[in-house]
């Protein structure tokens, strides 16, 4: 077998590989068949061509007629002509089904069902990257650079699983990779020829040209399965996010390892440890049907003990978690509320007992072993279960109360109030005489919330600041309303505790803020988005969130003079009953599981997916795949910088006349065009004249003429030492005299690009001559076989 063949198996196969990773995002994944197919097509048409030999370019342009062929045979036969060339009717029911199946992609769950449309993408997305793969890989000859592709093709499935693709399928495309490379590399070694001095091993073909025992191959093949070993390995053995409250599995003490566990006692300092982190880390993706998404903080767990040491969270009985969640306790009937339906997935590097779920939750579907602790609305893993690669779907209730409602809230429950209004005796004095201060002049509770949550906000003069000293203790919280700094858990805990002084039940609540909408529509929420926020409670209203921290999160509606309407697109209808089939319109009977889809997006989650039955949304596939065009076509203007580049590595590391070809070529990017007709040394006086160098830059265009001179002219030229150096000081002067529009033509846009264009027309010359020769044969045994025969007639 030839080297170009096994290139081309390599190269096929290796697309297919990273293929892999997209079948379980359709069910059935037939439609790999039809890419395989379509992609050996591809490869034998460019084998041929290459065969021939074509130019390159025409080899890509045969390969790239062979894939619309291909195609419109697949999918658009019934409107092409003679069911095979596509006409104006095949392309317009080719950009019907690609809008279908951008659709279908939003409608649908994962595994999405193999509709035409999602056939062709899926298809016609595989086919383009194999046939950029063989291109680079075996018509110029570049295995390394193929890795980009195919690297891109496993990424968009990656990022359509919401990163859940599996180290098996990781470890398939690697695998493609490597056997591209190995390819490449037994190609090149074998033009080599023998190793002197190898030795047969006995057995035929065993030489050391091509048997199995060709040490470099062999070495090769080691190296490449190493690097794939640590690629796997490395990333048990490296940190996650850190521990705490929101890492971990629950289970450790918060040393080394996994991290600690969900401090129930004191989540300050892991909260503290997150707000610093030096770069901020997506620790779940969400989509939601929600307009606005400001109040939809999400929760984790709430403190409602202050024994004045610490907050923590009260023992109590947990249960299985029902089909629907109970209502939420003191929310009456009367008070707008609208249901939220969002679909929520976790990073695997993100390892948490509790689960994160807008407040109050109605509904939950998530698989696994967790558990529910009705006093709080939360839920907690059990037996080691934690939300690490959870994917869930929670209906939650935007509750949406007027400032009229909460002011004529009337006595919370005796039980609720005892137990919610507690403060130790230790609490210093001061801190509910603060308080008394603040509200001094409010009608109600309400509006002493509001105007304790207004103080700490942005009437007391307080900073926000990550670095004070930890503390969650009576004495912490009188020298946080002392000194008038702190973050999120000194002004939560404190205005919980001046609340409670007041009478006024509350909690603190610790979670995340609702995170930043990226471009697809989805929600990335952050390790500093993580968050602490009092609850307080209003009968009739429930347990009400306020926002004392100032430059974090966002002030309720409800506490603000005007009140924006922030609704969700439509009620989510509560599911009672599994169904694996999607919905494209919302419905109250069908729920899919959490293995069925991709963030959930089916039933009332259609318009959560990014395809809403209005149309509007982008898709992630669409932005995906047109995103790669864009990147392909952005790179075009590099390619003479990289060629540029290419170019100048080879000529320094080769002989005299390539590094003074190449000092011509970096005077001709600079403005100084090559003169052929002047000798060595004219040359370079030339070169420094027109280019204005001076000093060291000057000087070696001197010394590298006299080499040439040297080179051409003596009869035993002495071999030269430091010409590379000489070629980058050249390089250097030019550099250091243009101004910044000089130096910015000479990289992007190198005068000297224009032998590519040359090289292009010699090319195509010699092409053109070699096939007007091989016609004009074949015209003349054609004439000679006529005359031939009509002598034989007559």
Not at 287 to 295: E, F, K, M, Y
Not at 423 to 447: C, F, H, I, Q
Not at 481 to 492: I, M, R
Request: with cysteine; glycine share 10%.
């Amino acid at each position: 077998m030839s080297g170009r063949t096994r290139l081309t198996l390599a190269s096929w196969a290796a697309t297919l590989m990273a293929a892999g990773a997209l079948l379980p995002l359709v069910k059935p994944a037939t439609w790999i068949f039809t890419a395989a197919f379509v992609l050996a097509l591809v490869s034998g048409v460019g084998a041929l061509a290459r065969r021939v030999p074509l130019a390159r370019p025409l080899t890509l342009l045969a390969q790239t007629v062979a894939v619309l062929l291909a195609l419109t045979l697949f999918f658009a036969r019934e409107q092409a002509v003679l069911w095979l060339f596509p006409g104006p009717e095949a392309l317009a029911h080719a950009v019907e089904l690609f809008r279908a199946g951008a659709e279908d992609v939003g409608r649908y769950a994962i595994p999405a069902p193999d509709t035409d449309g999602i056939r062709l993408m899926l298809v016609g997305g595989v086919v383009a990257i194999g046939l950029l793969v063989d291109a680079l890989a075996v018509t110029f000859r570049k295995a390394a650079p193929a890795g980009l592709p195919l690297l891109a093709l496993y990424s968009v499935a990656a990022g359509l699983s919401g990163g859940g693709a599996g180290w098996l399928w990781f470890l398939l495309a690697a695998s493609g990779y490597l056997l591209l490379l190995l390819a490449e590399g037994r190609d090149r070694l074998s033009q080599w020829g023998r190793v002197f001095g190898a030795q047969r091993s006995g057995r035929p073909g065993s030489t050391v040209a091509g048997g199995p025992a060709f040490a470099p191959a062999r070495t090769g093949r080691r190296i490449g399965a190493v690097a794939m070993g640590v690629a796997l390995v490395a990333p048990l053995a490296l940190p996650g996010f850190s521990g705490g409250l929101f890492g971990g599995d629950g289970e450790g003490d918060g040393g080394a390892g996994k991290g600690g566990t969900i401090s129930a006692v004191n989540p300050l300092v892991s909260l503290q440890n997150n707000l610093r982190q030096p770069e901020d880390r997506e620790i779940i993706r969400y989509r939601t049907n929600a307009r606005d998404i400001s109040g939809m903080y999400l929760r984790l767990v709430a403190l409602d003990q202050f024994d004045g040491t610490s907050w923590k969270s009260s023992v109590r009985p947990i249960e299985d978690v029902p089909g629907q969640l109970p209502w939420p306790d003191g929310l009456s009937q009367s008070v707008k509320i609208t249901e939220v339906t969002s679909n929520f997935v976790a990073s695997d590097a993100y390892e948490q007992k509790w689960l994160p779920m807008p407040f109050p939750a109605g509904r939950v579907d998530i698989d696994g072993r967790w558990r529910y602790e009705p006093a709080g609305r939360m839920l907690v893993g059990d037996n080691k279960q934690t939300t690490k690669g959870a994917r869930y779907q929670v209906a939650s209730l935007d509750v949406q109360p007027t400032a009229e409602q909460l002011a004529g809230a009337g006595p919370a429950p005796e039980k609720l109030r005892r137990e919610y209004t507690k403060v130790p005796a230790a609490l210093p004095a001061d801190v509910r005489a603060t308080a008394l201060s603040v509200t001094k002049g409010a009608r109600n509770d309400y509006e002493k919330a509001v105007k304790l949550q207004d103080w700490f906000a942005h009437d007391g003069g307080f900073r926000y600041d990550v670095d004070v000293v930890s503390g969650t203790g009576v004495q912490a919280i009188s020298r946080f309303l002392k000194d008038k700094e702190g973050f999120c858990v000194h002004f939560s805990f404190s205005m919980a505790a001046m609340a409670r002084s007041l009478g006024i039940p509350a909690r603190v609540a610790v979670g995340f803020m609702p995170g930043t909408t990226q471009t697809d529509g989805s929600v990335s929420v952050g390790i500093r988005d993580a968050h602490a926020w009092p609850e307080l409670y209003f009968d009739g209203v429930g347990w009400t969130r306020f926002e004392p921290t100032p430059s974090r999160g966002s002030t309720p509606s409800y506490t603000r003079v005007t009140t924006p309407s922030g609704t969700a697109t439509g009620p989510a209808q509560p599911q009672q009953s599994a169904s694996a089939q999607p919905s494209a319109a919302p419905s109250a009977s069908a729920g899919c599981t959490p293995q069925e889809r991709k963030l959930g997006d089916c039933g009332p989650d259609e318009a959560v997916a990014g395809a809403s039955s209005d149309g509007s949304g982008p898709d992630p596939l669409t932005v995906t795949l047109l995103s790669l065009a864009a990147l392909l076509l952005l790179s075009l203007p590099f390619l003479p910088l990289l060629w540029r580049t290419r170019v100048r590595a080879r000529r320094l590391g080769s002989d005299t006349l390539a590094v003074w070809e190449e000092i011509n070529d970096t005077a001709w990017d600079h403005g100084v065009e090559p003169d052929d007709s002047l000798t060595p040394r004219k040359a370079a006086a030339r070169i420094v004249r027109l280019g204005e160098l001076r000093g060291e830059s000057a000087d070696a265009v001197h010394r590298v003429a006299r080499a040439v001179e040297e080179v051409l002219y003596a009869s035993r030229p002495q071999p030269v030492a430091g010409l590379a150096a000489e070629g980058a000081r050249v390089r250097a002067g030019f550099h250091a005299g243009a101004d910044r529009r000089g130096r910015l033509r000479a990289l992007l846009a190198p005068r000297s690009a224009a032998r590519l264009r040359w090289t292009a027309s010699s090319r195509w010359s010699a092409t053109s001559t070699r096939w007007s020769a091989r016609a004009e044969t074949v015209r003349t045994r054609a004439s000679g076989l006529l005359r031939r025969g009509a002598r034989e007639t007559n």
